[in-house]
């Protein structure tokens, strides 16, 4: 009887422990990736297609996470970058496990999170008409690699036919970025709130300049061009953009 209460405790102390454990994710700018999300992406652009994540938890014990990856949908998989902990792989296979079962998981203190170097990046442009999926679920093991509690399931999604947000900045401003004059002569000064790519694009639809910005203050280098009218392109690393006209006096 002695050893059926034992064992009985012992339970008990499992599903308390196990039971307060709970994981989730987030972008870099800490927006929710909810079970069930779809991030889209227009472009193979490592810069601008590139998604920063985090797993977090959120609990008072600590969690060990691995990830599986469900479903690839008008891929194969070996165009497809993640990168976890020290390990960055070129390719990912239908069904596998990072980190591997033979390897230990991704083990998460109490009330802390995991970011630096996680991201997961699609550099294959398929048929160019129909979006590439790739489905993966986040999911928390026991020491015996055994999945309980509340899996996050996303798609990073490739849709070169998407239409993402575009907004003229009206008065030089957006939420990621500010322009202080769009008549220059040598630099256009430009304040980002984050990391971002810019491309300026002549009259005529040509690529002048391309490049990008830091968080903070920057300068694009103009002198060099001819005078005229040009269009300033930005995008974030959440697939959002912005443009304006600048005349180069």
């Not at 990856?69 to 296979?93: E, H, K, R, W």
């Not at 979006?131 to 020491?143: G, T, W």
């Amino acid at each position: 009887m002695k050893n059926i209460n034992y064992y009985m405790i012992f339970l008990s102390f499992l599903i308390s422990f196990y039971g307060k454990a709970q994981l989730s994710l987030a972008r870099e700018d800490e927006t929710p990736i909810n079970d069930g999300s779809v991030i889209t992406y227009n472009t193979v652009d490592e810069n601008l297609a590139t998604l920063h994540y985090k797993i977090k938890n959120n609990s008072a014990v600590p969690i060990n996470v691995r990830a599986k990856v469900m479903n690839i949908i008008n891929a194969d998989g070996s165009s497809f970058q993640f990168c976890y902990q020290n390990t960055c792989l070129p390719f990912i296979i239908l069904g596998a496990v990072y980190p591997g079962n033979s390897k230990p998981a991704i083990n998460i203190p109490a009330n802390s999170e995991v970011s630096s170097g996680y991201t997961m990046w699609n550099a294959d442009t398929g048929s160019g008409t129909f979006p590439i999926d790739y489905i993966i679920k986040y999911y928390l093991v026991d020491d015996f690699n055994n999945e309980y509690g509340m899996p996050v399931t996303f798609t990073y999604r490739y849709n070169p036919n998407a239409t993402l947000a575009v907004h003229d900045m009206a008065k030089g401003k957006l939420s990621f970025a500010e322009i202080d004059a769009t008549r220059v002569k040598n630099v256009i000064s430009v304040i980002s709130k984050e990391d971002i790519s810019y491309v300026l694009y002549t009259a005529d639809g040509r690529t002048a300049l391309a490049g990008n910005l830091k968080n903070g203050k920057n300068v694009i280098d103009v002198s060099h061009l001819q005078q005229g009218n040009y269009i300033v392109f930005f995008k974030n690393r959440r697939g959002e953009a912005a443009s304006k006209k600048i005349v180069k006096e």
